[in-house]
């Protein structure tokens, strides 16, 4: 099984700055099964980006991923306040999903 | 704009068997794989498995022995049975779509059932 690491594990930044989290997998993944979501208290997870890189309908243009190999990471750009939340990256791998543990984006 | 709708029994004892139920509201039910998912403080997001309108299943090797996913095509409906449950089963239990495409993502979730299971 393919296990991610994210880090940090919490990031505390101001509103319009930019954020960059990280995702590291044990082995190499396919970028076709990385995704990111955002999941905010009390909600279901919500998702970001698909294929390493490629935004969901309705996602704003200041989330983006990038990476490849073992090594992924999805940038915020200009803090919006709505976007303090947690991200998850995802991997599918040997016919299973998995996650890793989070980054949780909090205001400084 | 397809919604999934979630519910089951939330107070489970110890050794009962957990039963969740998903449907399908708007959108095409085929051409995707529908999955549970689950979150705990202990293990985070877990997925459990997945079923497609055919009922072609995968399933999470560390819990398949007590995980079944059955669909009713008919119904746009999908649900999760978990057997001999335990307290390590409490949690968030997700419902979610995934498109049988050449990317492998959640797109559509459900609002999430809380799990309990306590003598």
């Known amino acids: 099984e393919i296990v991610l690491t994210q880090s940090p594990g919490t990031l505390s930044l101001s509103p319009g700055k930019s954020a960059t989290l990280s995702c590291r997998a044990s082995?190499?993944?396919?970028?076709?099964?990385l995704a990111w979501y955002q999941q905010k208290p009390g909600q279901a997870p919500r998702l970001l980006i698909y294929?390493?890189?490629s935004r969901a309908t309705g996602i704003p243009d200041r989330f983006s991923g990038s990476g490849s190999g073992t090594d992924f990471t999805l940038t915020i750009s200009r803090l919006e306040p709505e976007d303090f939340a947690v991200y998850y990256c995802?991997?599918?791998?040997?016919?299973?999903?998995?996650f890793g543990p989070g980054t949780k984006v909090d205001i400084k | 704009q397809v919604q999934l709708q979630q519910w089951g029994a939330g107070l489970l004892k110890p050794s009962e068997t957990l039963s969740l139920h998903c449907v399908v509201y708007?959108?095409?039910?085929?051409?995707?794989?529908w999955s549970w998912i689950r979150q705990s403080p202990v293990k985070g997001l877990e997925w459990i498995g997945e079923?497609?309108?055919?009922?072609?299943?995968n399933y999470n090797p560390s819990l398949k022995s007590r995980v079944t996913i059955s669909v009713d095509t008919s119904r746009r409906h999908f649900s999760l049975r978990v057997s001999s449950v335990t307290a390590a089963d409490t949690a968030v239990y997700y419902c979610?779509?995934?498109?049988?495409?050449?990317?492998?993502?959640?797109?559509?979730w459900g609002k999430g059932t809380t799990v309990t299971v306590s003598s």
């Open positions: 979610a779509r995934a498109p049988i495409s050449s990317d492998y993502y959640m797109d559509v």
């Open positions: 708007g959108g095409s039910f085929s051409g995707y794989y």
């Open positions: 079923i497609n309108h055919s009922g072609s299943t």
């Open positions: 082995q190499s993944v396919s970028s076709n099964s």
């Open positions: 294929g390493a890189s």
């Open positions: 995802q991997q599918y791998g040997s016919s299973i999903f998995t």
